[in-house]
């Protein structure tokens, strides 16, 4: 199994601030996504990423797929409270015949204090 | 609902006691994953299912965690004579896909449920 590494670990930021919070690793995923996970919740999906160098935005969101595909990053623009939450990146792949794992990092806690 | 549904959505258990978490996950979905997570990390592969196959049990962490889903639907996951170590939250998740996940697949998560052995 492939290793994700995220940073940081956590951030607290003011309102209004811009952030960027990244994941690594030293192997090559079919593609990645990230999720964002609430308290009592699950994660849920934001974006995957395929081609390395792929760029996509999602409101303020935006995401960047490494040109090697070993790495990415998500950046928030002018963040809101409603940002708060668990940022988790999951790398897609295959093990063995039939069988693929998703391969999640331990995340980034963010707080966006208003 | 047309999410996963998971039950129960907290469990307390004495520490030697079995313990068995249901899935529901989203009609028509052939992939079924459940993942451990422990408090402040993220998720760890448990198990994989493909309908009612089994196909990948490589996360389990020892031969007291077992997983079912008889008729390609539900899943059990079972954790005999839990300890202490087994607190965590269980998460389950479903998928449209099978064995040729395509490149936007897309996991629906349940809200997990939350195991406290005492």
């Known amino acids: 199994t492939q290793l994700l590494e995220q940073s940081p670990q956590f951030l607290s930021i003011q309102e209004g601030e811009n952030l960027t919070v990244y994941c690594n690793s030293s192997s090559v995923f079919s593609s990645l996504q990230w999720y964002r996970q609430e308290p009592g919740e699950g994660p849920v999906l934001l974006v995957t990423?395929?081609?390395?160098?792929e760029v996509k935005k999602l409101k303020r969101l935006t995401f960047q797929f490494g040109d090697a595909r070993k790495d990415s990053s998500l950046h928030i623009t002018a963040a809101q409270p409603g940002d708060t939450g668990l940022y988790l990146c999951a790398g897609l792949e295959k093990v063995g015949a039939g069988s693929y794992q998703l391969t999640f990092g331990k995340g980034t806690k963010l707080s966006v204090i208003p | 609902g047309a999410g996963v549904s998971q039950s129960p959505r907290y469990k307390v258990a004495k520490r030697g006691q079995d313990v068995a978490l249901r899935c529901d996950p989203i009609?028509?979905?052939?992939?079924l994953f459940w993942y451990q997570q422990a408090l402040g990390q993220g998720p760890e592969f448990l198990t994989y299912f493909q309908n009612e196959a089994q196909l990948d049990k490589s996360g389990l962490p020892s031969d007291r965690f077992f997983a079912e889903r008889p008729e390609g639907s539900v899943s059990t996951l079972k954790i005999q004579r839990t300890q202490q170590e087994d607190s965590a939250v269980y998460l389950c998740a479903s998928s449209l896909g099978g064995i040729r996940w395509a490149t936007n697949e897309k996991l629906f998560f349940g809200s997990g449920t939350q195991l406290s052995v005492l």
């Open positions: 990423v395929v081609t390395g160098g």
């Open positions: 009609s028509g979905h052939v992939s």
